[in-house]
């Protein structure tokens, strides 16, 4: 089994603590967020746990508990979102001195190949077009040369339920906008080519659209080949059929709570309500088997 910790909220940021207890106990409970009243427990045994992937833009508070899993035999990688788009996209973010800071930590403990740097997603819009994203990746993919072996790309999704929050943007004249074929034709090689010159394969993360043309593969962010790679262990390939279709991930066991996040990031599809997600933050019990408190309908 594939724990993933989390694609729904950043426990290494905001819950190393509770992850740390429930690797203790054993196990952890989750809320079916569809179906709340279905509650499942899913255990944290080394000898149930094939890999844990970790979902972060800041590992902080969990580098001091990492020797804690290693010596009880946990095997894990993390996924490291850093775009440095800063206020108002996402402002609460750490510094990217901060972030390439913590990035280098965790590397230094782990190992390149076991953090994987997220430039996710690419956000177009007039604060944030090709020029920008041309100097902004290349800051970031020089400040990480030697510290990943791999980086993620995908375009912005329009989520629907995001309609109300993005409007906030434009009194800040920032309106979010699919790009256009020949932004693409400008962009999307050249990130390829940083990444060549820094040491780093660059794979897509649940594209719609086609860059592989473009020299970017199409990637698995909970990846049976790179599990196999490093850990030396087979993983079920079977693809995870909860995800999206264009999602490559194999099959994994999430242990987050939706709206639980604090960073607000604007093109977030995980927190809908950045009030809510303050509500549940303030609810949360690190020595509760859940990261939330139960609700059941």
Known sequence: MIISASRRTDIPAFYAEWFVRRVREGYCEVQNPMNPKQVTKVSLLPEDVDVVVFWTRSPRSMLSRLSELDGRGLRYYFQFTLCDYGAPIDGKNPSVATAVDA?????????ADRVIWRYDPIVFSKATGVDFHLRNFEAIADSLKGFTKRCVVSIWDNYRKLARRLETLDSHGIHFRQPQREELDRLIPRLAQI??????????CAEKVDLVSYGVKRGKCVDDDLIRRIFEI???????????????CVQSRDIGVYNSCLFGCMYCYATTCFRTAAANHRRHDPDSPTLMPLVLQ
């Open 195 to 204: 990444c060549a010159a820094n040491g780093m394969e660059i794979v897509s």
């Open 234 to 248: 087979e993983v079920c390939p079977r693809k995870d059929g909860a995800q999206r279709p264009a999602c490559g």
């Open 103 to 111: 990035f280098k930590r965790l590397t230094s403990h782990t190992g």
